[in-house]
Nanobody, 125 residues
Framework: QVQLVESGGGLVQAGGSLRLSCAAS????????VGWFRQAPGKERESVAG????????YYSDSVKGRFTISRDNAKNTLYLQMNNLEPEDTAVYYC??????????????????WGQGTQVTVSS
């Protein structure tokens, strides 16, 4: 059974940092393109960071570029999202995702094969 389990969300003040983790079981993350999405209240789910299959590249949305860093530890089968200089606009539920996708760009929602359950990130001003 495939499971992606996120952790590390919470409440932080603007300018602070958080590190999200996504532990995988039932699949080997290194065989997938992976990414992080987020969904704020009343908004559509947004792809914010990704790593392509075989680590060919990393990709970020304009809204997080320069502040967020995505990485994965193949030995731990875990995906991470380091979030620095957080802004109130970053408040959302964050989801990790894995996809059998071989392109070189951010994942799209309809390309994802497996989702985590989500973790809440709240940034206060």
């Amino acid at each position: 059974q495939v499971q992606l389990v996120e952790s590390g969300g919470g409440l932080v003040q603007a300018g602070g940092s958080l590190r999200l983790s996504c532990a995988a079981s039932g699949l080997t993350l290194s065989n997938y393109a992976v990414g992080w999405f987020r969904q704020a209240p009343g908004k559509e789910r947004e792809s914010v960071a990704g790593i392509s299959w075989r680590n060919i590249g990393t990709y970020y949305s304009d809204s997080v570029k320069g502040r967020f860093t995505i990485s994965r530890d193949n030995a731990k089968n875990t995906l991470y999202l380091q979030m620095n200089n957080l802004e109130p606009e970053d408040t959302a539920v964050y989801y990790c995702a894995a996809a059998r996708f071989f392109g070189q760009r951010l994942l799209r929602e309809n390309e994802v094969d497996s989702w985590g359950q989500g973790t809440q990130v709240t940034v206060s001003s």
